[in-house]
């Protein structure tokens, strides 16, 4: 079993080399670590808590489930980013051949792909910490409508889960981003661009469809925390809309370099084509003998509707339709925990 080779510059965040040292499939290292911080809540709540695996105060059923959900989530969401990164790495080795020979030697060409500005780490951790206020701030998570003191047992735990969770989620989803401007600028080495042949830039595709697909895993399995009786239908909306844009970011942005690539090589060679079609337009107008120029001319005029319908997109329609069956499962879970949800209250009340 070959070892993860997550790395990330300027420096590692401790979560991903922690998921590269476990040496397991990523998946499997993100659920040893869930399940790990699941272990420490119920040693924590049968020192603190009403018992093991029982948080005092809270005004939800099940919350042992729930954390279990969460905790996985927390696992779950550093595996997608280690995925993500070694994925990353294995498509830059499969496009190395077709880039520029500088490029293609140099040694370093994963790390520059691979790095990020650090105010990523410090803005996920801000936005992090502000929506752990928000959780145990919010009525609905207490039995009584109203949060104990800051020193409760409960209170510590929930504010500490939720701000390392939203941390790594949200400086997973801002790496997703960065990596992938990163990498579709690779584009731009491409050696040789066929305008008719698009395999050179096929390792964007993947990539692009990779992100969506892990992200949109992700996204299906937070949804369980909304199934049942609670807050669902408010975060809904912003749920769906926050998921369906992520998703479209990531898989547009490793595109757009290709996308130039092959607009400018298609204007190039519409260009020069129909260069070529004007010099031998004069032939045959002029019904001059030389040569085989009316052949010739349907032979250009043929290559140039070629050229003028290939797409500048390095797309195919598998792709596309890999893309939409990657966003429903992502949406689909989040609608399915709102009706599930619905029809659980209703039948409740």
Known sequence: MEQLRVSLEPATPWSLRLIAALGLPAPLGGAVIGVAV???FLVY????????GRLAGVGFEGGWLAEAIQDLFLGFAVAVVAASVEGTRREIEVLRPHLESRAREAEDLASRVLRYPRWVLWTAGAVGIVSAFATVLSPGVWAEGRMPGWTHATVLWLFARNAVVWWIVLRGLALELVVAGRFSRLAEQVEQVDVLDGRAFAPFARRALRSVLLWMLLAAWDSLTYVGPGAV???LTLGLVTLAGFAFAA???PLLGPHRRLREAKARELARVRGALAAVREHVLAADPRGLAGGRLADLVAYEARVDAASTWPLEASTLAR???YLALGLGS???AGLVQHFLERAIG
């Open 38 to 40: 699941f272990a420490l």
């Open 45 to 52: 709540t049968a020192l603190f808590g009403d018992a093991p």
């Open 233 to 235: 239908a408010g975060l």
């Open 251 to 253: 898989f547009l942005l």
């Open 323 to 325: 893309f939409g069956l």
């Open 334 to 336: 989040w609608v399915g």
